[in-house]
């Protein structure tokens, strides 16, 4: 395994060079484009990396995965569906353009971020600071990982140009379907983007999720076998974007990207794949992350199709 990952890295590090670093997020420039690098760890807890799998990043939209599954741990799944749906939009990620078409009165899905955003208004605690704090320490128990925590300046960079998603928020506010007080909802929402992880950290959350629910290194149930698959079939239809169907097609396993160039894999009772690349397509996922991942699952038939 280890030489098969090693071999593809080097294969798809070309990529990136077609690819761009995000750049509406200032903080996220620093990132070298050409890093390349994959953990697997399977479900005997066998961890295999390679190139760049050390690298800090944010974990950026991957976070809207585990928002999701605590809103619906606090709340029951059908109070959660009822401010967001559960339809691909075929927009881009930040697009609000279907919240003022007739007929439609919620963000379509959790993993664009209008609708991410009405999830994290979702989560439980008396203020901004214990929500957020809740949600850390799932992540935390999630990546067996307990000096997991926020980049500072990705976060500040984030909260002061997050413009778009602000005025998004105003507009859920608006329209009825965000509670609370929106600036402390967006407070919540930039810091978990802004949580700093490696492709370990996202490997495991990918092989919790191909667990089922359940922590394989300290056998906690975290969440149930029924929310775990409500995750991962999100991850399929909408994880990738608008890049979600072709994704299926030439992968065909259930992933979730984020800006920084993270991409999180889940292979339901085989593993989970944490990959890095921060240059990324015009669609916002990693580009030589796509080809790694798409090499990855035709080598060890991973599609789950
Ligand atoms: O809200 C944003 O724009 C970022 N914090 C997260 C977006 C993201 O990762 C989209 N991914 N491709």
Request: aromatic share 6%; hydrophobic share 40%.
């Amino acid at each position: 395994m280890k030489r098969l990952l090693d071999e593809l890295v080097e294969k798809n590090r070309y990529l990136a060079k077609k690819g761009k670093v995000a750049d509406y997020i200032p903080a996220l420039k620093k990132a070298n484009p050409e890093d390349l690098g994959i953990c697997v760890i399977d479900m005997k807890e066998k961890i295999y990396t390679s190139g760049e799998y050390r690298t800090k990043f944010t974990i950026q939209s991957i976070s809207k995965t585990i928002s999701l599954m605590l809103a619906i741990m606090d709340n029951g799944a059908e109070e959660v569906f009822k401010r967001v749906g559960m339809e691909p939009t075929g927009d881009a990620f930040n697009s609000m353009y279907k919240l003022e078409i007739e007929g439609i009165s919620k963000p379509l899905n959790p993993m664009i971020n209008a609708g991410a955003i009405v999830v994290t208004s979702l989560i439980k605690g008396k203020n901004s600071k214990e929500k957020f704090a809740r949600l850390l320490n799932l992540f935390r128990k999630i990546t067996c990982n307990e000096r997991l925590d926020l980049n500072e300046e990705v976060y500040i960079s984030e909260k002061r140009t997050g413009h778009k998603n602000r005025a998004m928020a105003y507009l859920l506010k608006d329209m009825g379907v965000l509670k609370g007080d929106v600036e402390e909802v967006l407070d919540v929402y930039f810091k978990q983007c802004s949580i700093e992880v490696d492709c370990i950290d996202i490997a495991n959350i990918g092989l919790f999720l191909a667990n089922r629910g359940k922590v394989l290194k300290t056998g906690e149930v975290v969440t149930t076998d029924h929310i775990a698959r409500i995750i991962k079939t999100f991850m399929v239809t909408c994880g990738m974007y608008n890049s979600s169907g072709e994704f299926a097609i030439r992968v065909g396993i259930p992933a979730k990207s984020g800006v920084a160039g993270g991409i999180m894999a889940s292979v339901p009772h085989r593993m989970g794949i944490g990959i890095y690349g921060p240059a990324l397509d015009e669609k916002g996922n990693s580009v030589a992350g796509y080809g790694l991942i798409e090499d990855l699952s035709r080598k060890l038939n991973l599609s789950i199709f």
